[in-house]
């Protein structure tokens, strides 16, 4: 992964400045029609299901095991819980593959799982978000298994992108895409004869044809997808590869062969095309037919915060995960630019900010930033920020990258293909430890589909309940103290405070927030615009204002 990052604040930058939050982007205020606009300050938990919890035994988790540990989100403090996918589907990238968009897969449950899990969720006061994959449908899908099976003039086949191959006999890709995964974007088929066929297009795995949305029938059927979940009474879908769905007329040559990424100053034939628009201010339309807040989040990789903006207008999503931030270093200079270049971006169009650390695609934060001091200290700056705040399961308690998974247990369909992504995604879907000891500890009654590291029950729930210096407890009270306290939240900007190299200080309200990124403490006078009046409210780590020092790696929340 590539990251796109503003160029870092200068020295002259470093001065003290305002802009003003307006009213209108309070939670707390009406949206149009009376609906609260609780998106615009959620905390939202990203539940990978079968890593979550195992509620039959089978060594997988399922949608009996989220709903068992709902409490547990609860108690943390969050909003709102988005469940990877959980659709019917032969599991060739965990699930990213759907065969079947109305459809449980049995290795998760069925409807009527999801039909109480949900409810359960609504009396717990927390919303429901369901992935949504639009790009791309499993080879397993009716429609794309008809088209085979009818062979070259089947009208399955326009609603996938099918194509004769170059060459004297046609031996050759359509054109010279690759797929994210590695190697060519492109499978050729069989016909039903034996005979060599027409290829298809795949930005994936091979199991995972594009849908073209060129076709109205593909815009009817996801229509349709969107009313049977919110039926279910769903409260929002995750857009996966949000920005992909549309590709360049022609399906030109990228006139390249270096291997594509998912972030980058890249203009790709197939990726942000600006025809995406189009279908979510349909898709809005939907939202808005069902009331209550429904909202649309994109997983939107774009070469800059304004293009990523451009999914947000106000007839279109509603959110947009901040990979920008989530690429940024722990380094005060890059943070306080992606900060800027976010919020900036995002008030242009009225949408809020998101912030987002880690998800079931990169290495956990903990791993990447070089230590858990440093993740607790991250994860504070993140929640002091304005906007929606995005948790990966286990961030809470800390879990680091495993990153010793033996090759023959890992599942990662791209580690399996030459010249594609590095294809350890496993390492942050080892299954939670709810336990010190037992099965799993406490996954499951029947081991962990993911071998699970010595040492994995010390880092577990049971182990860090009531222990004040554990990240679940530190977790638990900074989402509660952003709940209560009236300046943290919704919003549109901070107040930069002068601060030293190395060290991010803001202020918003009567709310102060100071994260030193360096390895040396720092005099707390160094700060300027620090009242002397202030009491702290937590800090990610062991720290006493009467010192006067703020520790390497640390964040500290005050109020004045």
């Given amino acids: ?48 299901p079968r890593s979550f919890a195992d509620g039959n035994g089978d060594g997988m988790g399922d949608l009996a095991g989220v709903r068992r540990r ?31 968009y109305r459809a449980i897969d049995p290795m998760f449950g069925d409807l009527a799982d999801a039909d109480a899990l949900i409810d359960d969720a609504h009396g717990l006061g927390l919303k429901i978000i369901v992935d949504l994959v639009p790009n791309h449908s499993s080879d397993q899908h009716q429609w794309f298994r008809q088209a085979l099976r009818e062979g070259p003039g089947s009208p ?16 050759l890709p359509p054109n010279d895409w690759e797929s994210i995964f590695g190697g060519p974007a492109w499978t050729r088929t069989t016909d039903p004869d034996g005979t060599p066929g027409d290829w298809y297009l795949h930005l994936f795995a091979p199991e995972q044809p594009d849908f073209n949305w060129d076709h ?34 022609g399906l030109p040559d990228m006139g390249r062969g270096e291997q594509l990424r998912l972030l980058g100053n890249q203009v790709l034939p197939f990726f942000d095309q600006d025809g995406v628009h189009e279908i979510y201010r349909s898709w809005r339309t939907v939202l808005e037919e069902y009331g209550g ?110 990153l010793d998974l033996p090759d023959e247990v890992r599942q990662d369909p791209s580690f399996f293909k030459d010249n594609g992504q590095d294809g350890l995604r496993d390492g942050c879907r080892v299954p939670l430890p709810w336990t010190v000891g037992g099965s799993s500890h406490g996954f499951g009654e ?88 202030r009491r702290t409210l937590l800090a990610s780590g062991p720290f006493a204002d009467a010192d006067g020092l703020l520790p390497a790696d640390t964040v500290v929340w005050w109020t004045v």
């Fill in 216 to 249: 109205p029938a593909v815009h009817d059927e996801f229509r349709s997808v969107l009313r049977f979940w919110l039926d279910m009474g769903v409260d929002g879908f995750r857009i996966d590869v949000a920005h992909g769905m549309v590709k360049a007329e």
């Fill in 293 to 402: 807040g429904r909202i649309g989040v994109a997983e939107a990789w774009t070469p800059s915060a304004d293009r990523t903006a451009l999914y947000l207008r106000p007839d279109e999503l509603h959110q947009a995960f901040n990979f920008h931030y989530l690429g940024t270093d722990w380094d005060a200079a890059a943070l306080r630019a992606t900060v800027d270049e976010s919020l900036d971006s995002m008030r242009t169009v009225g949408a809020p900010t998101t912030w987002v650390l880690s998800n079931h695609d990169v290495v956990r934060h903990r791993t990447r930033f070089g230590g858990l001091a440093r993740a607790r200290a991250a994860s504070l700056l993140m929640l002091a920020l304005p906007g929606s705040a995005y948790v990966y399961q286990g961030e809470e308690l800390g879990l680091p990258e495993v």
């Fill in 446 to 533: 029947g081991g962990s589909w993911l071998p699970q590291p010595e040492g994995w029950g010390e880092l577990s729930v049971e182990a860090q309940q009531g222990d004040p210096d554990s990240t679940l407890e530190l977790y638990r009270a900074a989402l509660t103290i952003r709940r209560d306290h009236p300046d943290l939240g919704a919003g549109d900007a901070v107040q930069w405070l002068a601060a030293p190299e190395g060290v991010l200080a803001l202020r918003r309200g009567a709310f102060l927030c100071a994260a030193n990124t360096t390895g040396a403490a720092v005099p707390l006078s160094t700060v300027d615009g620090l009242p002397p009046e």
């Fill in 70 to 100: 709902l409490p547990h989100l609860a108690e943390l403090g969050v909003d709102a819980v988005w469940l990877s996918p959980f659709y019917a589907s032969p599991q060739a990238d965990a699930g990213y593959d759907v065969a079947d």
């Fill in 1 to 48: 992964m590539t990251q796109h990052l503003a160029a870092p604040a200068t020295p002259a930058a470093n001065a003290a400045t305002t802009t003003a939050e307006p009213a209108a982007t309070s939670a707390s205020n009406p949206a149009a029609g009376g609906v609260p606009q609780w998106w615009r300050d959620a905390v939202i938990y990203q539940v990978y």
């Fill in 156 to 171: 399955l086949r326009d609603r996938y992108h099918f194509r004769t191959g170059k060459g004297p006999g046609g031996e």
